[in-house]
């Protein structure tokens, strides 16, 4: 799968329903996995082993790959990104969720789209067809 394929296919749900992202309302951040169950992208990632082991909910997609590897992804994820291309999935996603639960805010919305700007011209993809999908 190309990089463009996969970051589309793990964002488009997102973007789709913004509700599901992994976005804690006590703390006002994004977790890998919420109380309630909700994943971020990088938290659906994570093998089932490694949810259930004692890992800091509030680590960064850069610190557990640094700290655990790549072993800790669910294998059909393994070996599509390096950490950094995970760092910049993990942005947009978190981005998109402050933009959907602070009422879509402006601001934070020209923040997104310049990510996936960012993303689109240091990988030499095309993610148009999540910039359509924002509101």
């Known amino acids: ?6 970051f589309i296919k793990q964002l488009k749900p997102y973007f789709l329903d913004p509700t599901i992202c992994g976005y804690d309302f006590g703390i006002k951040s994004c977790r890998n996995i919420t109380p309630e169950g909700k994943k971020c992208v990088f938290g ?3 093998t ?3 949810i259930n082991s004692n890992f800091s909910q509030y680590d960064t997609a850069d610190e557990l790959l640094s700290n655990h590897g790549f072993e800790i992804l669910i294998e059909e994820s393994r070996g599509e990104l390096n950490v950094d291309e995970w760092v910049m999935l ?3 996603h978190d981005r998109l969720a402050y933009y959907s639960m602070d009422n879509m805010d402006i601001t934070i919305k020209d923040n997104l789209l310049t990510k996936i700007s960012y993303v689109e ?3 030499d993809i095309d993610l148009s ?5 924002i509101k």
């Open 48 to 50: 089932e082993e490694f």
């Open 1 to 6: 799968m190309s990089k463009q394929e996969f």
């Open 90 to 92: 993990q942005q947009i």
């Open 121 to 123: 011209n240091r990988l």
């Open 129 to 133: 067809e999540l910039k359509n999908l």
């Open 44 to 46: 659906k990632n994570l």
